[in-house]
């Protein structure tokens, strides 16, 4: 497996709760920036969160305060934590290293997050 598996993604209401998972292989994660990325329909994909592998964490402002990234180099996986969904969260939820992010055959399928109001 070279792409990230994504899960975790549903239907939910505005103000409820999501965890997303990401499992990729050592080869991939290694000690690599990992983040998490959405995209909303027409929209170009964007960075929501990132997570070093020393466990320093990035957020894009639409999402501070709401949402948490979290990793487990043993395990090769990292989370995403997501409170307080509001609809404009609405997306396919995508993990990868920053530093593939520009290589379109790193991507996986993703996850799809729904907020309903």
């Known amino acids: 497996q070279v792409q990230p598996v994504e899960s975790g993604g549903g239907l939910v209401q505005a103000g409820g709760s999501l965890r997303l998972s990401c499992a990729a292989s050592?080869?991939?994660?290694?000690?690599?920036?990992v983040g998490w990325y959405r995209q909303a329909p027409g929209k170009q994909r964007e960075l929501v969160a990132t997570?070093?592998?020393?466990?320093?964490?990035n957020y894009a402002d639409s999402v501070k305060g709401r949402f948490t990234i979290s990793r487990d180099n043993a395990k090769y996986t990292v989370a995403l934590q997501m409170n307080s969904l509001k609809p404009e969260d609405t997306a396919a939820y995508y993990c990868?290293?920053?530093?593939?992010?520009?290589?379109?055959?790193?991507w996986g399928q993703g996850t799809q997050v729904t907020v309903s109001s």
């Open positions: 990868n290293t920053v530093q593939l992010a520009q290589k379109s055959w790193s």
């Open positions: 997570v070093t592998f020393g466990g320093s964490t």
């Open positions: 050592r080869s991939i994660f290694s000690t690599n920036t």
